[in-house]
């Protein structure tokens, strides 16, 4: 079992910065690929970063590409996510997911929202225009 807490949303003109994090317990984070999804109102939970168990690997939504950046801190067993140069079109409830990864290799990260056992409760990231 993995549990997952996000912390570090808020209200955020557009342009800025936001950093949020998922701290992760119940198990070792070794070999637990991480992800970040964000919903807003009416529409589906999307994909918006992965990133592989070894955090070697990174996978990111052409929405958000050059503008996120997903991490892991495996000390800390915390996964963060840099959200520059927001948008209003960004304002959503943002969720981190977690997965046993069965590959060994620390390779691979995945961005679909079947692979993820594990969900947080998420937190609400509001950008002001």
């Known amino acids: 079992q993995v549990q997952l807490v996000e912390s570090g949303g808020g209200l955020v003109q557009a342009g800025g910065s936001l950093r949020l994090s998922c701290a992760a317990s119940?198990?070792?984070?070794?070999?637990?690929?991480m992800g970040w999804f964000h919903q807003a109102p009416g529409k589906e939970r999307e994909f918006v970063a992965a990133i592989s168990w070894s955090g070697g690997s990174t996978y990111y939504a052409d929405s958000v590409k050059g503008r996120f950046t997903i991490s892991r801190d495996a000390a800390k067993n915390t996964m963060y996510l840099q959200m520059n140069s927001l948008k209003p079109e960004d304002t959503a409830v943002y969720s981190c997911?977690?997965?046993?990864?069965?590959?060994?290799?620390?390779?691979?990260?995945?961005?679909?929202?079947?692979?993820?056992?594990?969900w947080g409760q998420g937190t609400q990231v509001t950008v002001s225009s």
């Open positions: 997911a977690a997965t046993i990864d069965p590959y060994y290799s620390g390779s691979y990260y995945y961005p679909d929202r079947a692979s993820y056992a594990y």
């Open positions: 119940g198990r070792t984070f070794r070999r637990v690929a």
